[in-house]
T-cell receptor, first 108, second 113 residues
């Protein structure tokens, strides 16, 4: 059974800090690794990483896939209070297997 | 382009009743997947539909069922509701089975009393 584990489960930092969120996976057949941001509503798509696209960047957010270590990281630089959310990592194609999520809190 | 829409947004039902939730995918998207989110279990896959056919099913009892219509809209049904079915039910759509980017709707918050 495919498994995704995220760490840390909770993180509190000050505005302006840089954070790194971790995601590791154990899967039978790697397809893709996706990152989502969830506030008080539905998950919002951030990035998708595949064997042909192991690094993505959008503004202050970036993500890297390490297929050798079976893991991925999500970096957020110059954090803002609006970055406070649960960040979810998921593996799969149509059947996404999610990690537990990292609850990120940015204090002003 | 409009996002994924789900109706209703909130629902309160009594144990033993049944419920039907609706999902309209992003225009042009033909795959629809359903997920259940609870504080204890997180996000769990329920089922996936493409071209009116269920292609994948998660580990949920037979009380959970769904279907997809020719216009790609999807419904899921839960019969004989139990207290443990209280959850946020999320629908996600993608272009097709080989498109891995899934976009989620706002969800239906179901409370079973």
């Amino acid at each position: 059974e495919d498994k995704v584990v995220q760490s840390p489960l909770s993180l509190v930092v000050h505005e302006g800090d840089t954070v790194t969120l971790n995601c590791s996976y154990e899967v039978t057949n790697f397809r893709s690794l996706l990152w989502y941001k969830q506030e008080k509503k539905a998950p919002t798509f951030l990035f998708m990483l595949t064997s042909s696209g192991i690094e993505k960047k959008s503004g202050r957010l970036s993500s890297i896939l390490d297929k050798k270590e079976l893991s991925s990281i999500l970096n957020i630089t110059a954090t803002q209070t609006g970055d406070s959310a649960i960040y979810l990592c998921a593996h799969g194609a149509q059947k996404l297997v999610f990690g537990q999520g990292t609850r990120l809190t940015i204090n002003p | 382009k409009a996002g994924v829409t789900q109706t209703p947004r909130y629902l309160i039902k009594t144990r033993g009743q049944q419920v039907t939730l609706s999902c309209s995918p992003i225009s042009g998207h033909r795959s629809v997947s359903w997920y259940q989110q609870t504080p204890g279990q997180g996000l769990q896959f329920l089922f996936e539909y493409f071209s009116e056919t269920q292609r994948n099913k998660g580990n949920f009892p037979g009380r959970f069922s769904g279907r997809q219509f020719s216009n790609s809209r999807s419904e899921m049904n839960v019969s004989t509701l139990e207290l443990g079915d209280s959850a946020l039910y999320l629908c996600a759509s993608s272009l097709g089975p080989e498109s891995y980017e899934q976009y989620f709707g706002p969800g239906t918050r179901l409370t079973v009393t």
